[in-house]
């Protein structure tokens, strides 16, 4: 036996392979995706044309993007037989329908057996436009109305806000939630995507991957932070209570939820541009109160910034869905939505180059123990 192994618990700052789908500079608060830097993406690219530019390498010229955005639509009718899956289980967390249903898509896809790059491009593009579909089917089973039919004429952000909510969207929130989207779209080594590359790394599929990665990303210690956000400022409630309320938290080694992360040492950029948009969305839905409460814990975290503890992308993102009248445990979901081409990308990318991802425990328990039969046992 190995006697002095180094153990890197939670493979904190291990580097398992190169990539080239995203770069984090967690100290300078910077994201890039295939190069170009999420703000320039953030400010003038699209959802659709993100996902494009992650899971083939390069922005797409018109005609490519036309096609890439026809394709999402085509696919965003789900089969009967999946309605009849959320039909059976819509009183389960939000989180698990859509892990299910994902997992059960792929027995009604024709690439299943398939792991060429050009049928998980095509099952990529399936599940990118069928996860809303769950998501939206869902919420309106549990709550006793009628699924709604995509509209073909909305962009893939703005036709989740109308199969959810029954009302095409005003083009801010779509634009809005489209940049949401795009923002959470990849994101390097984070647990969800390691968890998608291990899956992949046994050579299995990419619906299982990413049947791992929603699983994952489910933990508030991930992608569950949003929720918890939102739940915070709400038991807050008003800006005047948020002293006492962060005091007795942290008192209590508790945790800001929306603060903190493995590589960001500074705020990270995502929270940035959803920190300024949940700022205006509140001012044109008249509730300034959200983000004031969100402002008053910023206020107070401000000396934890100089140990690295900063906003993270989930601070702002639960209270720009609340504004938009969307169900608080939906968060987590709509987080999943924009991360599934970055899933795609990372399964491409470990089935190009694969290596089993296999690393070890080390034992510390006995050896040698005497097996004692159950009679004999105190
Ligand atoms: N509030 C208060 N203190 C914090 C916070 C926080 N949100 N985050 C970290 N710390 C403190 C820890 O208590 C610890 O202090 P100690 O050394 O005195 O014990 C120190 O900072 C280091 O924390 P770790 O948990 O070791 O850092 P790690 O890198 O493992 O954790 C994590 C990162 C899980 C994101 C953590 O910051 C956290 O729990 N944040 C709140 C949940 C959250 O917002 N998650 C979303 C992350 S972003 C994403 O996944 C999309």
Not at 22 to 39: E, K, M, P, V
């Amino acid at each position: 036996m190995d006697n002095n192994p180094s153990i890197k618990r939670g493979l904190k700052d291990i580097y398992i392979d190169t990539t080239k789908s995203s770069y984090i500079d967690g100290n300078a608060g910077r994201l890039f995706y295939r190069g170009y830097d999420i703000d320039e993406l953030a400010n003038n690219s699209t959802f659709e044309e993100t996902a494009f530019l992650l899971m083939y390498g390069n922005l797409p010229n018109k005609e490519e993007l036309e096609n890439f955005e026809s394709e999402l639509k085509q696919a965003r009718r789900l089969p009967d037989n999946i309605i009849e899956i959320i039909n059976h289980i819509q009183s389960s967390h939000p989180m698990d329908v859509l892990r299910t249903c994902i997992s059960a898509l792929s027995a009604f896809d024709i690439d299943v057996d398939d792991n060429s790059r050009e049928s998980n491009l095509r099952k990529g593009i399936r599940l990118t436009a069928q996860a809303p579909a769950i998501v939206a089917a869902h919420d309106r089973i549990r709550k006793g109305q009628k699924v709604i039919s995509p509209d073909d004429n909305l962009s893939h952000a703005s036709n989740f806000l109308y199969t959810l909510l029954g009302e095409i969207p005003d083009e801010e929130d779509g634009k809005l939630l489209d940049k949401d989207f795009l923002l959470h779209a990849e994101h390097g080594l984070n647990a969800s995507s390691f968890g998608a590359r291990v899956t992949a790394s046994t050579q299995s599929d990419l619906h299982s991957a990413v049947t791992t990665g929603v699983g994952i990303l489910k933990g508030p210690s991930h992608g569950g932070a949003a929720e918890s956000v939102m739940k915070m400022a709400m038991e807050i409630g008003e800006p005047e209570n948020t002293q006492d309320y962060i005091n007795d938290l942290l008192n209590n080694r508790g945790r800001v939820m929306g603060y903190g992360h493995r590589v960001y040492k500074s705020i990270d950029p995502r929270a940035i541009h959803l920190r300024d948009d949940a700022k205006k969305l509140g001012e044109r839905k008249q509730q300034t109160k959200w983000y004031s409460i969100l402002e008053s814990i910023a206020d107070l975290m401000v000396p934890y910034s100089k140990k690295g503890i900063c906003q993270n992308v989930d601070f702002f993102s639960g209270a720009i869905y609340y504004l938009m009248g969307i169900s608080e445990d939906l968060y987590t979901s709509i987080f999943t939505m924009g991360r599934i081409p970055g899933w795609t990308a990372q399964v491409m990318e470990q089935f190009e180059k694969n290596i089993l991802i296999r690393p070890r425990l080390f034992y510390d328990g006995l050896l040698d123990i005497k097996y004692i039969p159950i009679n004999n046992r105190d």
